[in-house]
C-alpha cells in the first residue's frame, strides 16, 4: 500500500526557516524521481521542487535560491530546506512521486506571517 506522509509545517515568521520531511512507503523510492508541491487556498496545486533519483534538482523559480531539496534513500524520506520565507509561501504542502503520480497525502500546514 502506497502512503505518502508529510510532516514539519507550522508557524513562522517572515524570513523565517522550516524543514519539511515525506516519508514514503509502497514504492521503490530510491529509483523515483520525487516532488514537492504546495497549495494555497483558491489556487491550483503548484510543483515548487524535485529531486530525481540521481540527485538531479530542479526549482520554480519562485522558489529558487531559498528552498533545497534533499532525499535520504535509506529513510525513504524527501525533505524541503526552506529558507528566507516569505508570506506568499504559505500552503499546505505535499510530496508525491514523477512522473507517475500516488496517491496524495494529507499535507503539511505552512503559515508565514508577515
Known amino acids: 500500500q502506497v502512503q505518502l506522509v508529510e510532516s514539519g509545517g507550522g508557524l513562522v515568521q517572515a524570513g523565517g526557516s522550516l524543514r519539511l520531511s515525506c516519508a514514503a512507503s509502497?514504492?521503490?523510492?530510491?529509483?523515483?524521481?520525487m516532488g514537492w508541491y504546495r497549495q494555497a487556498p483558491g489556487t491550483q496545486r503548484e510543483m515548487v521542487a524535485s529531486?530525481?533519483?540521481?540527485?538531479?534538482?530542479n526549482y520554480a523559480d519562485s522558489v529558487k535560491g531559498r528552498f533545497t531539496i534533499s532525499r535520504d534513500n535509506a529513510k525513504n524520506t524527501v525533505y524541503p530546506q526552506m529558507n528566507s520565507l516569505k508570506p506568499e509561501d504559505t500552503a499546505v504542502y505535499y510530496c508525491?512521486?514523477?512522473?507517475?503520480?500516488?496517491?496524495w497525502g494529507q499535507g503539511t500546514q505552512v503559515t508565514v506571517s508577515s
Open positions: 509502497g514504492i521503490i523510492f530510491r529509483l523515483r524521481t
Open positions: 508525491n512521486a514523477l512522473p507517475n503520480k500516488v496517491s
Open positions: 529531486i530525481a533519483s540521481g540527485g538531479t534538482t
